[in-house]
């Protein structure tokens, strides 16, 4: 099993930055890549951001790049998504996820292991 925390997601005024960390614990050893992924209110959960566990490759969805930056801490298992410019179709709760296969998902499915989120607002 695995275990995933996410933490730092607050209130945050448009244009303003935030730094979202999750920390995983248990068999980390099996991590391939983790993701992360949002779900506003009264939407679906999509995809954000990607990066592999080794080589540190990484993949975002359209409507972050640029502004958004997912990096990992493999000494401390920890994955974390910098977001910068944010905007208020921006708020949402914040997923991550652990990907236990080879290569890069952009899918849900993807993904073995999920966090329990953490909320981000952004106020006009």
């Known amino acids: 099993q695995m275990h995933l925390v996410e933490s730092g997601g607050e209130l945050s005024q448009a244009g303003g930055s935030l730094r979202l960390s999750c920390a995983a614990s248990g068999r980390t050893f099996s991590i391939y890549s983790m993701g992360w992924f949002r779900q506003a209110p009264g939407k679906e959960r999509e995809f954000a951001a990607t990066?592999?566990?080794?080589?540190?490759?990484?993949s975002y969805a359209d409507s972050v790049k640029g502004r958004f930056t997912i990096s990992r801490d493999v000494a401390r298992n920890t994955v974390y998504l910098e977001m910068n410019s944010l905007k208020p179709e921006d708020t949402a709760v914040y997923y991550c996820?652990?990907?236990?296969?080879?290569?890069?998902?952009?899918?849900?499915?993807?993904?073995?292991?999920w966090g329990q989120g953490t909320q981000v607002t952004v106020s006009s």
């Open positions: 990066i592999t566990w080794g080589g540190g490759a990484t």
């Open positions: 996820a652990a990907r236990i296969y080879s290569g890069i998902s952009r899918s849900e499915r993807g993904y073995a292991y």
